[in-house]
């Protein structure tokens, strides 16, 4: 490995991919499903599933057991999560729809719509593992 970093050339890292880590593929994907995303038919048996996103972004998911197999310390975080996935619902009513929808389905509510003082209509649901996902318009 050369030390020498006056010889490397500079590398611009791009945002590829977010990765969920997920105990249940199968309720995760179908969460997911509810606000757009698109996985490939039996992907709720596999171990890694990843959609791509129009504009190139990827989307990943792995079971515990998946990021186990690589970092056998690995425990899920205890609390509340730290990363967030926020969706565009398009205006105020498409949240509150969106919210209802999901909300009717069972997954929890964290935050119910509310007008925020930054000037969106704003929701917060638990997918199936506890993760924060913003609605929002």
Not at 47 to 58: A, D, I, Q, S
Request: overall charge negative; hydrophobic content about 40%; proline content about 8%.
């Amino acid at each position: 490995m050369n030390s020498d970093n006056s010889s490397t050339p500079r590398v611009t890292p791009r945002l590829d991919l977010i990765g969920v880590v997920t105990s249940d593929m199968a309720a995760s994907l179908a969460f997911y499903r509810r606000l757009g995303l698109v996985f490939a038919p039996g992907s709720e048996e596999a171990p890694h599933v990843e959609t791509t996103l129009p504009g190139g972004l990827r989307v990943a998911f792995d079971t515990e057991d998946t990021v186990r197999s690589f970092h056998p310390g690995w425990q899920p975080p205890a609390g509340a999560g730290r990363l967030g996935l926020a969706f565009h619902c398009g205006t105020s009513g498409g949240v509150d729809a969106v919210y209802e929808e999901l909300v009717a389905a069972g997954y929890r509510s964290e935050l119910k719509p509310f007008d925020a003082p930054w000037g969106q209509r704003y929701a917060v649901v638990l997918d199936p593992d506890g993760n924060g996902v913003d609605l929002f318009a």
